[in-house]
C-alpha cells in the first residue's frame, strides 16, 4: 500500500504535488495512522496530550482533535476509520496548522493539572472535564507562558467546572420534604397516575426496518418515521401485563405501581428502574457530570413525576422508541437473533464468552452474584432505560446516526460491569 | 497467515483460551499464542472501527490486505498491544508454582504495569475509560523506579487517586517446597493411593500449585473407611476448594504443616472396588466452576509448555517487567 503524504517528511502544501498525482492507488487510508503520522511532527509540545508511546491520547482525538480540528461533521470526508487517499494531506494539514494552538492546549492543560492539585480537587477526570477548556484558552490567550494572567484564567476554569450550577441532590431533598409542597406533589402523582393510556393507531412503521441498517447506514428518515407514528408507545402497551415489566428487567413486582415520592437514594443498590421514587429517579442525573443542563428542582420533580405514569415512563417519543428499538435488537441475546442489529449484539455476547475463557473468570456463577450476572437482556433494557432517562433530563437527542453506539454501547457497558461483578465476588470470597 | 472471510473476517488459527494472550480492539479481537509466538490471529468483526488502528498490530500493508480482499497476509507490524495482552494472559494463567520452579507473580507491580500498558493502546481499545478502570484496580504503588513516577503522572492525568506504596507483607511463596510431593500425612492404615493433576479451568489463577498433582489416600481407621486429599497450595490459596473423588465431596478446609490443602471424608468401603478410571481426583473451587472439566486430551502437554514458558519469562529482558521480576521482589 502506497501510503500518500504526510509520512514523507514536509508538509504537503510545501510540496505543491498534487495528492491524485502522488497516489495512484485509490485504497483508503486508516484515519488513525494518519493522526498519528501527523501528530508526531508537532513534537514535544503536545506530549502532555498524549501518551508514553508518543501517540495522542484516546481522549485528545475523541475531545480535541475531532470535535474542535477535523471536524467531521463539517468534513465527512475525515469521518470513519479510513480516509480517501485524496484526502489524506488535507487530513494532516489540519493537525499541522492547528500545532501551535494544540502546543497552547498542551501548556494549558499542564497549568490546570497544577492549578487543581494546589486546590485539592480529585473529583472527576481531568481529561474529560478540562480538555477542552484548554482548547478554548489556548485559542483565546496563546501559550499560558506567555500570559501573565494564566493563573487566573487557570483558577477562574476550575471554579467554572466544579462549582457548576444547576439543581443538587440536597436541593432536590429539600423540595420533595418541604411540608408546603407535599399535596401538590401528591395531586400530581394521583393524577399522572390515572390519566388515561394514550391512544395509538395501527402500525405504519417496523422497527426491524430501522434496526437492519441502524450500524451500517441509518436511516434519520426512518427514525422520525418511527417518532411521528409512536411506535415507542404502542411498544409499551403490554407493560402492564402482570409479569411484563419484571420479565423486562425495569421491575420486581408483578405490576408496576405508582412510585413514592422517597426522600433519601444511595447510589448502590437502586431498586429496579420503575420501583424507583422520585427522588431515586433524579438522585444519579443530579450526583453526574452535566447537571447544570437539568431542570430547577421544581420543574424536575414534577416533570418526573408526570414522567411515571407514561408509556415506558418516559416522556418524550424519541426515549420511547429507543426503547423498542432496543428490546428488538437485544432479543437475540437470549433467544434466535434476526435482523442485522440483533446478529450484532448476539455476536458480542457470544465473543464475550471466549473473552471470559481466557480472562480465566468463573465459568459458574457464585449464588451472590447470580442476579447481577444472569439476565442479560434484562441488564440490558435496564441499562438502556437509565440511558434514555438519563438523555431526556438533559434534553440531549441521538441523531439516528448516533443510535447504533448508544445499543451497542449499552451493551458493552453491561458485559463490563459484569466481569467487575464477577471479579470482585471472586475477591471477595478469596476475604472471607 | 490465512485469511477467511464470511461472518467476519478471520486472520490466522484462534488459540486455545489458556494460551491466548487477548486484546479487546474496537471491531476486532486480536490474539497472540503464547506458545506459538509470531504474529497474532484476529477476529475482525466491524472492518470500519478496526480500521482505524488495525494497522498498529500488523503494519500498514498487511492490515490493509487483511481488510481488502487478500486470502494470505504477511504482517509485518509494530504489535500494538502486546504488552498489556500480555499482562493480561500472565493476571489470568500465570502458573505459579513452587514444584515447577515458576514463582509468582507481583499482583502489585502487575496491575501497575497493566496501567500503563492499557494507556499506551487506550485509543484503539473496546472500552474508552479502559485506563480508569485500570488505574482503580492498581492497590498500591508498586514503589518501582521509573514506573512509580509513569503511574503517578497517570493518575494525576486521569483523576485516579492511588493508595501509597506499602511494604511488601505478602508471604514468601517459597520456591523449595519439597514437601509436595511428600507422602500425605494421615493417620490410619493407607490401603490404597493416587493422584491426578488439578484441571486449571476449575480453579481461580494462583489457588493451587499449578504443576503439582493432587494426592489422595483412602485409609482405614477404627473400622471405618475415608478418603484423604491433599494439594499443594498456589500464591493465592485463600479460597475454599472442594476435591471429588468417587462422586464423594471432600472440602479441602485444612491446611497442613506444609501449608497444603488437605480434607478428609468417609467414603464407603466399597470405592476400593471402583474400576481405576472412576477412581479420578478433581479438585475444583465451588462457585468459579463446576466439575467435571471438559475432558482435553491437550491439556497436559498444553500446560506442561506453558509451566516451561513461564519459566523462561523470569528474568528474561524481552518479557513484560512484571514476568521478568517474578519472585524477585
Same mark, same amino acid.
Given at each position: 500500500?502506497?501510503?500518500?503524504? /504526510?509520512?514523507?517528511?514536509?508538509?504537503?502544501?510545501?510540496?505543491?504535488?498534487?495528492?491524485?498525482?502522488?497516489?495512484?492507488?485509490?485504497?483508503?487510508?486508516?484515519?488513525?495512522?494518519?493522526?498519528?503520522?501527523?501528530?508526531?511532527?508537532?513534537?514535544?509540545?503536545?506530549?502532555?496530550?498524549?501518551?508514553?508511546?508518543?501517540?495522542?491520547?484516546? #481522549?485528545?482525538?475523541?475531545?480535541?482533535?475531532?470535535?474542535?480540528?477535523?471536524?467531521?461533521?463539517?468534513?465527512?470526508?475525515?469521518?470513519?476509520?479510513?480516509?480517501?487517499?485524496?484526502?489524506?494531506?488535507?487530513? /494532516?494539514? #489540519?493537525?499541522?496548522?492547528?500545532?501551535?494552538?494544540?502546543?497552547?492546549?498542551?501548556?494549558?492543560?499542564?497549568?490546570?493539572?497544577?492549578?487543581?492539585?494546589?486546590?485539592?480537587?480529585?473529583?472527576?477526570?481531568?481529561?474529560?472535564? &478540562?480538555?477542552?477548556? /484548554?482548547?478554548?484558552?489556548?485559542?483565546? !490567550?496563546?501559550?499560558?507562558?506567555?500570559?501573565?494572567?494564566?493563573?487566573?484564567?487557570?483558577?477562574?476554569?476550575?471554579?467554572?467546572? !466544579?462549582?457548576?450550577?444547576?439543581?443538587?441532590?440536597?436541593?432536590?431533598?429539600?423540595?420533595?420534604?418541604?411540608?408546603?409542597?407535599?399535596?401538590?406533589?401528591?395531586?400530581?402523582?394521583? =393524577?399522572?397516575?390515572?390519566?388515561?393510556?394514550?391512544?395509538?393507531?395501527?402500525?405504519?412503521?417496523?422497527?426491524?426496518?430501522?434496526?437492519?441498517? /441502524?450500524?451500517?447506514?441509518?436511516?434519520?428518515?426512518?427514525?422520525?418515521?418511527?417518532?411521528?407514528?409512536?411506535?415507542?408507545? #404502542?411498544?409499551?402497551?403490554?407493560? =402492564?401485563?402482570?409479569?411484563?415489566?419484571?420479565? !423486562?428487567?425495569?421491575?420486581?413486582?408483578?405490576?408496576?405501581?405508582?412510585?413514592?415520592?422517597?426522600?433519601?437514594?444511595?447510589?448502590? !443498590?437502586?431498586?429496579?428502574?420503575?420501583?424507583?421514587?422520585?427522588?431515586? #429517579?433524579?438522585?444519579?442525573?443530579?450526583?453526574?457530570?452535566?447537571?447544570? =443542563?437539568?431542570?430547577?428542582?421544581?420543574?424536575?420533580?414534577?416533570?418526573?413525576?408526570?414522567?411515571?405514569?407514561?408509556?415506558?415512563?418516559?416522556?418524550?417519543?424519541?426515549?420511547?422508541?429507543?426503547?423498542?428499538?432496543?428490546?428488538?435488537?437485544?432479543?437475540?441475546?437470549?433467544?434466535?437473533?434476526?435482523?442485522?442489529?440483533?446478529?450484532?449484539?448476539? =455476536?458480542?455476547?457470544?465473543?464475550?464468552? &471466549?473473552?471470559?475463557?481466557?480472562?480465566?473468570?468463573?465459568?459458574?456463577?457464585?449464588?451472590?452474584?447470580?442476579?447481577?450476572?444472569?439476565?442479560?437482556?434484562?441488564?440490558?433494557?435496564?441499562?438502556?432505560?437509565?440511558?434514555?432517562?438519563?438523555?431526556?433530563?438533559?434534553?440531549?437527542?441521538?441523531?439516528?446516526?448516533?443510535?447504533?453506539?448508544?445499543?451497542?454501547?449499552?451493551?458493552?457497558?453491561?458485559?463490563?460491569?459484569?466481569?467487575?461483578?464477577?471479579?470482585?465476588?471472586?475477591?471477595?470470597?478469596?476475604?472471607? | 497467515?490465512?485469511?477467511?472471510?464470511?461472518?467476519?473476517?478471520?486472520?490466522?488459527?484462534?488459540?486455545?483460551?489458556?494460551?491466548?494472550?487477548?486484546?479487546?480492539?474496537?471491531?476486532?479481537?486480536?490474539?497472540?499464542?503464547?506458545?506459538?509466538?509470531?504474529?497474532?490471529?484476529?477476529?475482525?468483526?466491524?472492518?470500519?472501527?478496526?480500521?482505524?488502528?488495525?494497522?498498529?498490530?500488523?503494519?500498514?500493508?498487511?492490515?490493509?490486505?487483511?481488510?481488502?480482499?487478500?486470502?494470505?497476509?504477511?504482517?509485518?507490524?509494530?504489535?500494538?498491544?502486546?504488552?498489556?495482552?500480555?499482562?493480561?494472559?500472565?493476571?489470568?494463567?500465570?502458573?505459579?508454582?513452587?514444584?515447577?520452579?515458576?514463582?509468582?507473580?507481583?499482583?502489585?507491580?502487575?496491575?501497575?504495569?497493566? @496501567?500503563?500498558?492499557?494507556?499506551?493502546?487506550?485509543?484503539?481499545?473496546?472500552?474508552?475509560?479502559?485506563?480508569?478502570?485500570?488505574?482503580?484496580?492498581?492497590? @498500591?504503588?508498586?514503589?518501582?523506579?521509573?514506573?512509580?513516577?509513569?503511574?503517578?503522572?497517570?493518575?494525576?492525568?486521569?483523576?485516579?487517586?492511588?493508595?501509597?506504596?506499602?511494604?511488601?507483607?505478602?508471604?514468601?511463596?517459597?520456591?523449595?517446597?519439597?514437601?509436595?510431593?511428600?507422602?500425605?500425612?494421615?493417620?490410619?492404615?493407607?490401603?490404597?493411593?493416587?493422584?491426578?493433576?488439578?484441571?486449571?479451568?476449575?480453579?481461580?489463577?494462583?489457588?493451587?500449585?499449578?504443576?503439582?498433582?493432587?494426592?489422595?489416600?483412602?485409609?482405614?481407621?477404627?473400622?471405618?473407611?475415608?478418603?484423604?486429599?491433599?494439594?499443594?497450595?498456589?500464591?493465592?490459596? $485463600?479460597?475454599?476448594?472442594?476435591?471429588?473423588?468417587?462422586?464423594?465431596?471432600?472440602?479441602?478446609?485444612?491446611?497442613?504443616?506444609?501449608?497444603?490443602?488437605?480434607?478428609?471424608?468417609?467414603?464407603?468401603?466399597?470405592?476400593?472396588?471402583?474400576?481405576?478410571?472412576?477412581?479420578?481426583?478433581?479438585?475444583?473451587?465451588? $462457585?468459579?466452576?463446576?466439575?467435571?472439566?471438559?475432558?482435553?486430551?491437550?491439556?497436559?502437554?498444553?500446560?506442561?509448555?506453558?509451566?516451561?514458558?513461564?519459566?523462561?519469562?523470569?528474568?528474561?529482558?524481552?518479557?513484560?517487567?512484571?514476568?521478568?521480576?517474578?519472585?524477585?521482589?
Amino acid at each position: 500500500m502506497r501510503v500518500p503524504t /504526510c509520512a514523507d517528511g514536509e508538509p504537503a502544501r510545501l510540496r505543491g504535488v498534487s495528492t491524485e498525482a502522488r497516489a495512484p492507488v485509490a485504497k483508503a487510508v486508516p484515519r488513525g495512522l494518519l493522526i498519528d503520522r501527523a501528530w508526531s511532527r508537532l513534537g514535544d509540545a503536545v506530549a502532555p496530550l498524549g501518551n508514553g508511546a508518543g501517540r495522542p491520547l484516546a #481522549r485528545t482525538v475523541k475531545l480535541i482533535l475531532d470535535p474542535l480540528v477535523l471536524r467531521p461533521v463539517l468534513h465527512p470526508e475525515f469521518a470513519g476509520g479510513a480516509v480517501r487517499p485524496e484526502h489524506a494531506d488535507a487530513l /494532516c494539514d #489540519r493537525i499541522t496548522a492547528a500545532g501551535p494552538v494544540l502546543a497552547a492546549t498542551a501548556a494549558w492543560f499542564q497549568v490546570l493539572k497544577k492549578a487543581r492539585r494546589r486546590a485539592g480537587i480529585t473529583d472527576g477526570n481531568p481529561q474529560d472535564l &478540562y480538555f477542552q477548556r /484548554c482548547y478554548e484558552l489556548a485559542t483565546a !490567550h496563546g501559550d499560558p507562558r506567555l500570559d501573565p494572567k494564566a493563573a487566573d484564567r487557570a483558577a477562574a476554569v476550575l471554579a467554572e467546572v !466544579h462549582d457548576q450550577g444547576g439543581p443538587t441532590a440536597a436541593g432536590l431533598r429539600a423540595f420533595v420534604t418541604d411540608p408546603a409542597n407535599a399535596a401538590e406533589l401528591a395531586d400530581l402523582l394521583a =393524577a399522572a397516575w390515572s390519566a388515561p393510556a394514550e391512544p395509538v393507531g395501527p402500525p405504519a412503521t417496523d422497527p426491524a426496518a430501522f434496526l437492519d441498517t /441502524c450500524a451500517t447506514a441509518p436511516d434519520q428518515r426512518r427514525f422520525d418515521a418511527l417518532v411521528a407514528d409512536r411506535a415507542g408507545t #404502542r411498544g409499551a402497551a403490554g407493560l =402492564a401485563a402482570p409479569g411484563a415489566a419484571r420479565a !423486562h428487567g425495569l421491575s420486581d413486582r408483578d405490576v408496576p405501581r405508582r412510585p413514592e415520592l422517597g426522600d433519601t437514594a444511595a447510589k448502590q !443498590h437502586l431498586p429496579k428502574p420503575f420501583d424507583r421514587s422520585v427522588v431515586e #429517579r433524579l438522585f444519579g442525573p443530579l450526583t453526574n457530570a452535566h447537571r447544570d =443542563a437539568l431542570d430547577d428542582v421544581p420543574a424536575l420533580v414534577r416533570r418526573e413525576i408526570t414522567r411515571t405514569g407514561r408509556p415506558w415512563q418516559l416522556a418524550e417519543e424519541e426515549g420511547r422508541v429507543v426503547l423498542v428499538l432496543g428490546r428488538e435488537a437485544s432479543a437475540g441475546l437470549v433467544g434466535p437473533a434476526t435482523g442485522d442489529a440483533a446478529t450484532r449484539l448476539r =455476536a458480542r455476547w457470544e465473543r464475550e464468552a &471466549y473473552v471470559r475463557r481466557a480472562a480465566r473468570m468463573p465459568s459458574a456463577v457464585p449464588a451472590r452474584a447470580r442476579a447481577d450476572v444472569l439476565g442479560v437482556r434484562e441488564a440490558y433494557l435496564r441499562r438502556l432505560w437509565v440511558r434514555a432517562h438519563g438523555l431526556e433530563l438533559r434534553r440531549e437527542t441521538v441523531p439516528a446516526a448516533g443510535l447504533w453506539d448508544v445499543l451497542d454501547g449499552v451493551l458493552r457497558s453491561v458485559i463490563l460491569d459484569q466481569r467487575d461483578r464477577l471479579r470482585s465476588a471472586l475477591e471477595r470470597r478469596a476475604a472471607g | 497467515m490465512r485469511v477467511v472471510r464470511g461472518n467476519g473476517i478471520e486472520v490466522g488459527d484462534w488459540p486455545h483460551p489458556e494460551r491466548a494472550a487477548l486484546l479487546e480492539g474496537r471491531g476486532a479481537l486480536v490474539a497472540w499464542d503464547v506458545l506459538g509466538g509470531g504474529a497474532p490471529a484476529a477476529r475482525v468483526h466491524d472492518p470500519d472501527r478496526a480500521a482505524d488502528w488495525l494497522w498498529e498490530v500488523y503494519g500498514p500493508e498487511a492490515a490493509d490486505a487483511v481488510l481488502g480482499d487478500a486470502a494470505v497476509v504477511t504482517p509485518t507490524g509494530p504489535g500494538a498491544g502486546r504488552t498489556l495482552a500480555q499482562l493480561d494472559w500472565a493476571r489470568a494463567w500465570w502458573p505459579a508454582s513452587a514444584v515447577a520452579g515458576v514463582p509468582a507473580l507481583d499482583p502489585v507491580l502487575l496491575s501497575a504495569e497493566r @496501567a500503563v500498558a492499557t494507556c499506551e493502546v487506550e485509543h484503539l481499545l473496546d472500552d474508552e475509560d479502559a485506563t480508569a478502570r485500570a488505574l482503580a484496580e492498581v492497590p @498500591a504503588d508498586p514503589a518501582v523506579p521509573g514506573l512509580s513516577e509513569r503511574l503517578a503522572d497517570l493518575a494525576e492525568d486521569f483523576g485516579v487517586e492511588l493508595p501509597p506504596a506499602v511494604l511488601p507483607a505478602r508471604a514468601e511463596f517459597a520456591l523449595a517446597a519439597g514437601s509436595a510431593t511428600a507422602a500425605t500425612a494421615a493417620t490410619g492404615t493407607t490401603v490404597h493411593s493416587g493422584a491426578s493433576p488439578v484441571d486449571w479451568a476449575l480453579v481461580p489463577a494462583g489457588a493451587v500449585d499449578a504443576a503439582a498433582d493432587a494426592r489422595w489416600a483412602v485409609v482405614r481407621q477404627g473400622g471405618a473407611t475415608f478418603v484423604d486429599v491433599v494439594v499443594a497450595a498456589g500464591p493465592r490459596p $485463600d479460597v475454599p476448594l472442594v476435591a471429588r473423588f468417587a462422586d464423594v465431596d471432600v472440602e479441602l478446609g485444612d491446611v497442613d504443616d506444609f501449608g497444603r490443602r488437605t480434607g478428609r471424608a468417609p467414603v464407603p468401603p466399597t470405592v476400593l472396588l471402583l474400576p481405576p478410571a472412576r477412581r479420578v481426583l478433581t479438585v475444583h473451587a465451588p $462457585d468459579f466452576a463446576s466439575p467435571p472439566g471438559e475432558p482435553d486430551p491437550d491439556a497436559p502437554a498444553r500446560r506442561a509448555a506453558l509451566v516451561a514458558y513461564a519459566r523462561s519469562r523470569v528474568g528474561d529482558p524481552a518479557a513484560t517487567l512484571t514476568e521478568r521480576l517474578a519472585g524477585r521482589r
